[in-house]
């Protein structure tokens, strides 16, 4: 759905739901008053394409408005996921502790909440900000405030501010926003896969895009070691039918000996949750991912009967209904039963389904 003026790619979304006008209108008077100082763009941690896709696709759009001192960052180590090593952009990533330490204008992407910035929040003190994501459990921190929590994707707030700028697509930028919508829509398979995101999608090809060859780059490329590891992690997979009011639940983890084991990256671990919510039997899912001695990157998925989200939120992270993750300590056994004790709470009455 578009507006007169042929944007708003949010229109679905009633207006108290996300950015009010006066809401985008700040996010362009900051950003202008910001062109001729120092911007810093910052992602959240262990950026998924939408993060990455998002905060590189504006910091496309800042250069052609003239912007200089700029740079994009994320917290933690300054590894960019294989699949995403031909995003156009990435040149202008550095590492956080190089990220200006007293920027004029800071703008974060994909971020639910000021932790998932990592050290790299405190550049929020000073500066003016401008947050851009769509998450419903968003905690509403930083200055300008566009969340939209019935978008697709974080890069559905981009193109509309680039637009609000006067900031034209080209096949760079629409590279990298296409693949921030591609992945956060599961390849335009999930709900939220409005009429309006495919017009978006139908704008950004339009300027050349190959999703053919971007697909398999972003999804379908793996290392032949990846492969070998999920047969592994997938061949110890359990099913909990009693779990969430009998909702059932399905569940598997890795470890970092099994990254070890067959010399892998934690990024080829994110698409194990796929093959894991495939389960005809359970209503949840859930992949258990170490990333410390005993610390596990959780991933969580509904097919609907559980709001996933309130899990990850009471559990200390975010998310949305369908997707949500959160920090679990302990074992993977620890963490799973965790799960398993906030999962009835979670099941939503059929009333309050839309
Ligand atoms: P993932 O399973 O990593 O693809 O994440 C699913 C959703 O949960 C995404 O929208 C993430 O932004 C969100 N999420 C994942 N981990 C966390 C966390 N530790 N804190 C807050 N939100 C998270
Ligand atoms: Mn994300
Ligand atoms: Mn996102």
Redesign the pocket.
């Known amino acids: 759905m578009t507006d007169p003026a042929g944007r708003s790619t949010l229109a679905e979304a009633p207006p108290t739901t996300g950015p009010t006008e006066a809401d985008w209108a700040a996010a362009v008077t900051a950003v202008r008053a910001a062109v001729g100082g120092r911007i810093l763009l910052i992602c ?1 941690v ?1 950026p ?1 394409g939408d993060a990455l896709g998002s905060m590189l696709g504006f910091a496309l759009g800042l250069r052609r408005m003239g912007v200089r001192q700029l740079q994009a960052t994320f917290p933690g180590p300054m590894e960019v996921p294989d699949p995403f090593q031909g995003m156009p952009g990435l040149g202008l990533l550095v590492p956080e502790a190089e990220a200006y330490p007293d920027p004029d204008l800071v703008v974060c992407f ?1 971020a ?2 000021g ?2 910035l990592g050290s790299l929040a405190d550049r929020l003190g000073n500066a003016v900000s401008v947050v851009l994501d769509h ?1 419903a ?1 968003n905690t509403r921190f930083g200055g300008v405030q566009l969340v939209a929590p019935r978008a697709a994707a974080t890069s559905v707030v981009v193109d509309e501010l680039l637009t609000r700028l006067g900031v034209p697509l080209d096949a760079e930028i629409a590279e990298c926003l296409y693949i921030a919508l591609a992945t956060d829509t599961g390849s335009f398979r999930f709900d939220m896969t409005t009429p309006a995101v495919h017009e978006m999608a139908a704008r950004l090809l339009a300027t050349g895009l190959k999703p053919g060859e971007i697909s398999r780059q972003v999804f379908d490329t793996r290392p032949f070691g990846a492969i070998r590891l999920y047969g592994d992690v997938l061949g110890r997979a359990e099913f909990d039918p009693d779990a969430a009011d009998g909702r059932g639940l399905v569940w598997t983890y890795a470890t970092q000996d099994d990254l070890a084991r067959y010399g892998q990256r934690p990024y080829v671990l ?1 698409p194990l ?1 796929d093959s894991v919510r495939c389960a005809a039997e359970a209503d949840v899912s859930c992949v258990v991912k170490q990333v410390g001695p005993s610390e596990w ?4 998925r509904s097919k609907g009967d559980v709001d996933v989200s309130r899990v ?1 939120v009471k559990l ?5 209904r369908f ?5 679990g300590r302990g074992s993977a056994r620890d963490v799973v039963d965790a799960i398993g004790a906030e999962l009835d709470d979670a099941v939503i009455d059929s009333d309050d389904q839309r």
Do not use: P
């Open positions: 959240h262990n998924d994909d639910a909440s932790s998932r998450h459990s994110e949750i990157a959780v991933s969580l990850a200390g992270g975010g998310g949305h997707a949500a993750g959160f920090t």
